[in-house]
């Protein structure tokens, strides 16, 4: 069984992302499983990252949760194995979770993230990383272009699609005081 991160749900998700069809392949590759935690961790990452309507991301989630994937749930008896894997290798909740679950079926843990891919091997597991290194830099570049840039502008953009969806000329008068969202509105 494969156990898939979040960014490869996220790369699958987002046209024209670089790493768009190495994520198709592995979900269409079959035998594949995630936490549910995962599945809301696409979400936040799709909608605070991407930028992504919250509609759209909600509807994504939607469909990615009917997916042919198997989503494990979190059970009582997972909370101290994952506080352990979260604490010896400063994982995120989402990641230790997956790491806990992979481990328990000896499954192979399929991601991007390092740290992961590092703790997996550590704890015994085949482990994947369908992104080369030519790919990382593809996508880093990609979305310096793509993307609002991190901080204030992407938190400023954010608030103007929210404005946008309840008022469409409030958004319009944000955008200018914030000078097309670079500048905190003075």
């Known amino acids: 069984m494969n156990w898939i991160d979040t960014p490869l749900f996220v790369y699958a998700y987002v046209?024209?992302?670089p790493a768009q069809p190495q994520a198709e392949e592995v979900l269409r590759a079959g035998s594949c499983a995630s936490s549910v935690l995962n599945a809301l961790e696409v979400f936040h990452v799709l909608v605070g990252h991407y930028v992504v309507a919250v509609t759209d991301t909600t509807h994504a989630v939607?469909?990615?949760l009917r997916a042919a994937v198997r989503w494990a749930d979190v059970?009582?008896?997972d909370v101290e194995p994952v506080l352990r894997f979260q604490e010896r290798y400063g994982l995120a909740s989402a990641d230790a979770v997956l790491l806990h679950k992979a481990r328990?079926?000896?499954?192979?843990?399929?991601?991007?993230?390092?740290r992961l891919l590092r703790a997996g091997e550590a704890e015994g597991l085949a482990v994947r990383n369908p992104v080369s290194p030519a790919l990382a830099q593809a996508i880093a570049s990609w979305e310096a272009d793509v993307l609002p840039p991190?901080?204030?502008?992407?938190?400023?953009?954010?608030v103007e699609q929210w404005l946008h969806v309840?008022?469409?000329?409030?958004?319009?008068?944000?955008?200018?005081?914030?000078a097309n969202g670079t500048s905190l509105p003075v």
Do not use: K, N
């Not at 328990?104 to 390092?114: M, Q, Y």
């Not at 991190?150 to 954010?158: D, K, Q």
């Not at 309840?166 to 200018?176: G, Y």
């Open 15 to 17: 046209e024209a992302h």
């Open 62 to 64: 939607g469909r990615l």
């Open 75 to 77: 059970e009582p008896d």
């Open 104 to 114: 328990a079926e000896r499954g192979v843990l399929v991601t991007p993230d390092r």
């Open 150 to 158: 991190r901080g204030l502008p992407r938190i400023l953009r954010t």
């Open 166 to 178: 309840r008022d469409s000329s409030l958004a319009e008068a944000f955008r200018d005081a914030t």
